[in-house]
C-alpha cells in the first residue's frame, strides 16, 4: 500500500466549502457525483468526436481516391481530341490503299515509303491507347457498330451481323471513341 493513500479522506467524511463563495457546505460525495457526471459527459462527447473525426478522415480519403481516379480519366483520355484527327488521316491512307489498280501503278519505292509511314502511324495510334473494332462477321452492336445500311443476308446465319466495314472503329482505353460505320444483314 502507497504511503500517500493513509492521508486519502473518504468521500462520505469529508467537507469542504464550494467555490461559489455562498458558504454553504457539500459533501464531498455530491461533488464527487457531479464531477463523474461530468465525466461521463465529457466521455460521451469524447467518442462523438472521435466519431466525427474519424467519419471526416474516411471522407478525407474517399475524395483523395475519387480525385485520384478523376485525374487518371482526365489524364488517360486527354488526348482523344487529337486521335480522332489522326483517325482522319490514317482514314486517307487507307482510302488510298483501297484502290488497288492505281496504288500499284505507283512506284514500288514511293509505295513502300508510304507504307512504312501508315505502319508507323498505327504503331502511335496503339501505343496511345487505340484499339479497331472487330467488326465484320460480328453480331450488330449499337455501342460499337454504327449501321449504315441493311442489306439481304447471304446466308440465314448472318442475320443481324456485320457483312461489310465502310469506316473502322476504334475504342480508346475501352471506351468507343468512333463507332465502326457498316453494312448490316436483314
Known amino acids: 500500500m502507497d504511503q500517500d ?3 486519502e479522506i473518504r468521500p462520505d467524511e469529508a467537507e469542504f466549502v464550494p467555490e461559489d463563495g455562498e458558504g454553504q457546505t ?20 469524447r467518442q462523438d468526436y472521435l466519431a466525427m473525426s474519424q467519419r471526416l478522415k474516411a471522407d478525407y480519403l474517399n475524395l483523395k481516391r475519387e480525385g485520384e481516379v478523376a485525374k487518371e480519366e482526365i489524364i488517360k483520355f486527354a488526348n482523344e481530341p487529337l486521335l480522332r484527327q489522326i483517325l482522319e488521316l490514317a482514314d486517307s491512307f487507307e482510302l488510298a490503299f483501297s484502290n488497288h489498280v492505281a496504288w ?3 512506284d514500288t519505292n514511293w509505295r513502300t515509303g508510304v507504307e512504312y509511314i501508315y505502319a508507323k502511324l498505327q504503331n502511335v495510334l496503339e501505343q496511345s491507347g487505340l484499339v479497331e473494332i472487330s467488326a465484320k462477321g460480328e453480331v450488330f452492336n449499337p ?15 448472318s442475320a443481324n451481323r456485320v ?23 436483314k
Open 26 to 45: 457539500q459533501t464531498a460525495e455530491a461533488k464527487l457525483k457531479k464531477i463523474r457526471e461530468e465525466l461521463k459527459q465529457c466521455q460521451a462527447e
Open 143 to 157: 455501342l460499337l457498330h454504327h449501321a449504315i445500311e441493311l442489306v439481304e443476308p447471304p446466308d440465314p446465319q
Open 5 to 7: 493513500n493513509h492521508n
Open 163 to 185: 457483312v461489310e466495314v465502310v469506316q473502322k472503329g476504334y475504342t480508346l482505353h475501352g471506351k468507343t471513341i468512333r463507332p465502326a460505320q457498316v453494312k448490316v444483314a
Open 104 to 106: 500499284q501503278a505507283v
